[in-house]
């Protein structure tokens, strides 16, 4: 691996383009062992976290719901089995091909999140699992999920945050002694997740994101912290 992206989210255009490939770009180097990687490096947790963030976001018969940065489908796959229309939204082509081989009737669409292919006010809910942190900038990735929503829509994010500060020193030596480790030995990309944790560290903490959500036009703003902080779902209507 030899371009690891930046962790900025505040670049000029040009710099975006070229952040947004580069994450794109080795989340395609990734994709083959990532769900192995993901079991792995969170000892199974992540999976107890979508199946909450499944009850929270509640799909409904019938309703057309996104997985934005939805990878390898797993909550799309949930979303399907209670009735939903599901549709998997990422740009790393390798991501959902991997994806796919787990044959579920899912739609997938290769698209950035900054830019969605989906008409204004027509999509009944979206979730976004580890995915906001990858975006060159979470502020127009959030407006451009509040775009597409229907009015009364329902968003949900889940993604890393801030530990609980009796937690925080021993998260902080696994997630950087490891982790990197972890991602040389599954993966073979140990600089892969070592970004992984920078863009942890350098992203908003609960109340910074659930800011940033009003900001973009989000209403009924609330987070709940998942295994003490380490991760948080955050929720909000359009
Ligand atoms: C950590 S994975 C999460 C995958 C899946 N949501 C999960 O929870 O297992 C991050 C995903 O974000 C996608 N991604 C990267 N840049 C993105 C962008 N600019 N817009 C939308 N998704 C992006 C990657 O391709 C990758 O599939």
Known sequence: MTNTPSTSFTQG???????RKEVRDMFDIVAPRYDIMNDV?????????????????????GETVVDLAGGTGDLAAAFTKRGAK???CDPCVGMMSAGKQKKQPIQWVAAY?????????????????FGLRNMSD??????EIHRVLKPQGRFLCLEFSEAAPWLKPLYDAYSLHVIPQLGAMIAGQKEAYQYLIQSIREFPNQQ????????????????????????AVHTGNK
Request: net charge negative.
């Open 208 to 231: 910074a994101l659930a800011s940033l959500m009003v900001e973009c036009g989000f209403k009924n703003v609330g987070y709940r912290n998942l295994s003490f902080g380490i991760a």
């Open 86 to 88: 599901s549709i998997v």
């Open 113 to 129: 999140g900054e830019t969605l292919p989906f008409a204004d006010n027509s999509i009944d809910a979206l979730s976004i699992a």
């Open 13 to 19: 255009t040009e710099q975006q383009d070229q952040h």
């Open 138 to 143: 979470p502020h127009t990735g959030l407006k």
């Open 41 to 61: 490096m969170s000892m199974g947790i992540h999976r107890l976290w979508k199946h909450s963030c499944v009850s929270m976001l509640a799909p409904q018969y």
